[in-house]
């Protein structure tokens, strides 16, 4: 079973609106939590990553939040614009071997003029 | 400075043929990593190298499937007699040996894209 899902697995949205996708992990214990975007055909660039003692972390137009109590993770999108259409990807390393990182699906966001 | 690059970037192998994958990290990266990306599905970890040493084998799906970075710079993952299910963008990603409070970055390349037919 993957210990890390993301919701919803895709969306559409118009160009200059926001959004919030929502990661939930059961990975324990916990190390941190990143955030990555994937173009098509390109490998992930990280956008954020979060320890277990940051609420939240913002990159430009990307927040992303955590709670650690509750196990999840959103990712807000400000004011978006037609190149942040992607998959955004939710990711979560172990404390005991951080290097192995645990994926969830991603969620592809398709942004419309 | 340069990023991670795979190559071949397309490979279309017939069932049963050998192929291999070449991943060169960015310079000066001790750690390599191999993951096998399925359509639709977020990276799933295959195997970890520090330096020389594989350190981590263990999402290696079948012993038809094999890593090595003699040199400990430039890794190939090579697969043996590939099935359908082989099928996936294997993507490389390299980590610097240290990093801020511990939360050492990894970077991925663009990734290779197998096709068995």
């Known amino acids: 079973k993957n210990q890390v899902e993301q919701s919803p697995q895709s969306l559409i949205i118009l160009e200059g609106k926001n959004c919030t996708l929502q990661c939930n992990y059961t990975v324990s214990p916990f190390s941190n939590l990143r955030w990555y975007k994937q173009d098509t055909g390109r490998g992930p660039v990280s956008l954020t990553i979060m320890t277990f003692s940051e609420n939240t972390k913002s990159n430009g137009r990307y927040t992303a939040t955590l709670d650690a109590d509750t196990k999840q993770s959103s990712l807000h999108i400000t004011a978006s614009q037609l190149s942040d259409s992607a998959s955004y990807i939710c990711?979560?390393?172990?404390?005991?071997?951080?290097?192995?990182?645990?994926f969830g699906a991603g969620t592809t966001v398709t942004v419309r003029a | 400075g340069a990023g991670v690059s795979q190559s071949p970037r397309y490979k279309v192998a017939k069932r049963g043929q050998d192929v291999a994958l070449r991943c060169d990290p960015i310079s000066g990266h001790v750690s390599l990593f191999w993951y096998q990306q399925a359509l639709g599905q977020g990276p799933e970890f295959l195997t970890y190298f520090q330096n020389e040493a594989q350190l981590d084998k263990s999402g290696l799906p079948s012993d038809r499937f094999f890593a090595e970075r003699p040199e400990g710079s430039v890794s190939t993952l090579k697969i043996q007699r590939t099935q359908q299910e082989d099928s996936a963008v294997y993507l490389c990603?390299?980590?610097?040996?240290?990093?801020?409070?511990?939360?050492?970055?990894?970077?991925f390349g663009p990734g290779t894209r197998l096709t068995v037919t």
């Open positions: 990603a390299s980590r610097a040996l240290s990093g801020v409070g511990g939360s050492y970055e990894q970077y």
């Open positions: 990711v979560v390393s172990r404390l005991s071997n951080d290097y192995k990182l645990s």
